[in-house]
């Protein structure tokens, strides 16, 4: 696997007018993981890493622009997830390249997300067409944001605020936070989302959850991470039988990134219904 070297994220690169597989550059995600005390190997949750690309344009074969909405879903079992503005060089890249038709387009960018990846990666293109069934909404649930609460913790994370009643019913409920902010680990920009926590346990203390999301205002590390070191503190914290954590990001550079973990079993993934925001 050849790829970019450094990464071309944080520095001035110049944009290419070729589609080139070189350009993507991979980020192991065991070490993050590792960080949390996750094997890579026995991982607790499935999920997916969902990106839309709103930038994607090509020649058809006569020489005419086509533009289309990329979805992309990557498996948490990937070995690499891809570089945010690697990927973006890369697609712009096929702005000047002809094409018969946008199943071609497809094709290629699943055969070199897929091997950058190391993994299946699927993509859909959604074509001018059906723009219209790209529709907004909300996660569902009920809101943390509401809550009064004086907070003083903006980072690093603070898993001490996870608190459950451990002698009480076992509930199943839906919770939303769109006030997560979290920051990029290169760039230092801050990073925007909404995020939605669905558990079946003992009930959660939503004081606590709340304080333990505003921790991450100043954390530094990438959308994926942050969902995943939610999850397992949640997980360790608090034990509920099942969780799901699933996260919205805003976009930057015309992509968006939606990271969802999941335990085994606990609902199908969701919908690429993006947000207001977004």
């Not at 009920?142 to 002698?167: A, K």
């Amino acid at each position: 696997m050849t790829v970019a070297d450094p990464p071309p994220l944080g520095r001035a690169v110049a944009y290419p007018d070729r589609s080139d597989p070189r350009l993507l550059f991979p980020i192991p995600r065991a070490q993050a993981r590792a960080q949390i005390g996750l094997d890579d190997r026995a991982l607790p949750f499935v999920g997916t890493d969902i990106w839309n690309a709103y930038e994607l344009s090509w020649l058809d074969a006569r020489g005419q622009p086509r533009v289309a909405i990329a979805e992309l879903r990557v498996p948490v079992d990937s070995p690499h997830l891809v570089e945010s503005k690697s990927l973006k060089l890369y697609l712009n890249g096929y702005a000047h390249e002809r094409f018969d038709d946008s199943t071609n387009v497809q094709a290629c960018i699943v055969r070199d997300l897929s091997a950058i990846a190391d993994a299946q990666v699927e993509v859909a293109l959604i074509e001018p067409r059906d723009f219209v069934t790209q529709l907004t909404a909300e996660l569902p649930g009920v809101s943390l944001d509401d809550l009064q609460l004086e907070i003083v913790d903006y980072g690093p994370p603070q898993p001490g605020y996870l608190q459950s009643q451990s002698s009480a019913s076992p509930v199943e409920e839906v919770l939303v936070c769109q006030i997560f902010r979290s920051n990029c680990p290169v760039t230092g920009q801050p990073d925007w989302a909404s995020v939605q926590l669905r558990y079946r346990g003992a009930p959660i203390d939503h004081a606590g959850l709340l304080r333990y999301l505003v921790s991450y205002r100043n954390h530094a590390d990438l959308h994926e991470a942050c969902v995943e070191r939610i999850f397992v503190e949640v997980m360790q914290r608090c034990a509920p039988q099942a969780l799901s954590v699933y996260a919205r990001f805003t976009r930057r550079g015309g992509l968006d990134i939606n990271p969802w973990r999941a335990t085994p079993g606990f609902g199908a993934a969701p919908s690429n219904t993006r947000g207001a925001r977004q």
